[in-house]
């Protein structure tokens, strides 16, 4: 999470920006590090938001970051009484193959002032902060980035992806499944439906890799509305979805009215989208298309294999576009590669790399199927070798370890191990971030 509208959760600017290269005046990052105080907050995040451009952010909106921020799991580095870095890790329980969910510190709001680049603050901060994660016992470590060449060095790999469209709804039709036709649709205002939207969530989170576990208050995130962040579009709405009397699905939007030479082109602009069933979810999509006055649908961060893309008339004219999402980070290789299950049996001696987190270095036996794994250290010859980074990106199953075997990331060191390990690690659901933090 990072200010509104940023597109990740650092502002760290130039990728580059924490290598060596000055002395610093006598300034230490190591020295000027400690854990955030309350009454530094406001300090502590105009910090941040200074990194992402310094634009204000309503009130509402801070109040929510305020509440949400994890004082004793946010660090601030200090020259004298200035403050010139920041990073947070939220606690969340996120869903891994197999359908568990495991402990993962979301690692957010991280900044460096620009007068203190180049001087080891973000080095300082990563360190103290996994070294963190690991004390709290959590295996795994994942952030969003606004530039995702700073984050490799650190151990994080690439692990999720995301499709944005802008969908042509006046020259695009939508097929539909059975039973779309026996789910009803109503307008309800946000803030009064927030908790059966809530629920709806939360019975969709053990069902897809990467999806969060949220706790009480983030709710809240999904109702900020301040008219800075419409872009000439309408306040929030809200439709929620019922079959037989339940509650099984809604959708967020808002609609930005247009008009052209050939009468109205507005957009409906999607924020989130759940639905229980199939068809629910082409109900809320077949709605979305369908809304008087408007010509267009612009999707944003959605699941790479998601329905409505194999339901459109035409593909092209939805102007889908990939891009990169969750990266995550092992910081206990053993208790992470454990803690799911693999969709065919695996037998295999990892050779992990591990520089930033050396307690992970070294050969790791992980042997599992579709109903458990374990992951010890062995003496035994390793099959394959790889960095932290690569079992990251392939941690989910949305990323193929032969892809990264082809890329030169992965290195065969017996035949046929990494075919064995590629196919065991996939998921049959992609794995989805469904929000930033």
């Not at 509402?60 to 004298?80: H, I, K, N």
């Not at 991280?110 to 007068?115: I, P, Y």
Request: glycine content about 14%; proline content about 6%.
């Amino acid at each position: 999470m990072g200010p509104m509208g940023s597109l990740g959760n650092d502002g760290i600017g130039r990728t580059d920006g924490d290598g060596g290269g000055s002395d610093g005046g006598g300034f230490d990052p190591v020295g000027g590090l400690r854990v955030l105080r309350q009454d530094e907050w406001d300090t502590w995040y105009g910090v941040l938001l200074r990194a992402f451009g310094g634009i204000p952010e309503p009130d509402e909106v801070l109040d929510v970051y305020r509440e949400l921020t994890r004082y004793d799991r946010s660090l601030g580095v200090w020259d004298g009484d200035e403050c010139v870095g920041t990073a947070g890790a939220f606690a969340f329980g996120m869903t891994v193959p197999g359908g568990a969910r495991v402990s993962a510190a979301g690692v957010t709001m991280v900044g460096v002032a620009a007068t203190h680049r180049r001087m080891g603050v973000l080095t300082s901060m990563m360190r103290r902060q996994l070294d963190d994660v690991r004390s709290w016992g959590e295996p795994l470590a994942v952030l969003t980035a606004s530039e995702p060449a700073i984050y490799g060095r650190f151990g994080y790999g690439a692990a999720t992806f995301q499709v944005n469209a802008e969908i042509e709804t006046d020259r695009v039709r939508l097929s539909v499944p059975e039973g779309t036709d026996g789910v009803r649709l109503r307008y309800a205002e946000p803030a009064d439906v927030a908790d059966v939207c809530e629920a709806v969530y939360a019975r969709l989170v053990p069902g897809r890799p990467g999806m969060l576990e949220r706790q009480p208050g983030w709710e809240r995130l999904g109702l900020l509305d301040p008219e800075s962040a419409r872009e000439g579009g309408s306040p929030l709405q809200c439709v929620v979805a019922r079959r037989d009397g339940e509650v099984t699905g809604y959708a967020r939007f808002r609609v930005r009215p247009d008009w052209g030479p050939a009468g109205p082109a507005g957009t409906v602009v999607l924020q989130d989208l759940a639905g229980l069933d199939p068809a629910t979810e082409a109900a809320l999509w077949r709605f979305l298309f369908g809304i008087d006055l408007t010509t267009r649908l612009a999707v944003r961060g959605r699941p790479v294999d998601e329905a409505w893309q194999y339901q459109v008339s035409d593909i092209r004219r939805c102007r889908p576009q990939l891009r990169d999402a969750l990266y995550v980070r092992l910081v206990e290789v053993g208790d992470a590669l454990a803690a799911r299950t693999y969709q065919a049996p695996v037998d295999v001696v990892f050779e992990v790399a591990d520089a930033f987190c050396p307690w992970n270095e070294g050969r790791w036996r992980l042997t599992g199927d579709a109903k458990g794994a374990s992951c010890e250290r062995t003496p035994d010859a390793p099959d394959l070798a790889l960095s932290v980074r690569e079992l990251g990106a392939a941690y989910l199953g949305g990323v193929s370890l032969a892809s990264l075997g082809a890329a030169g990331r992965v290195r065969e060191l017996r035949s046929g191990a990494l075919a064995e390990a590629s196919v065991a690690f996939a998921s049959d659901v992609a794995p989805w971030l469904p929000h930033g933090f």
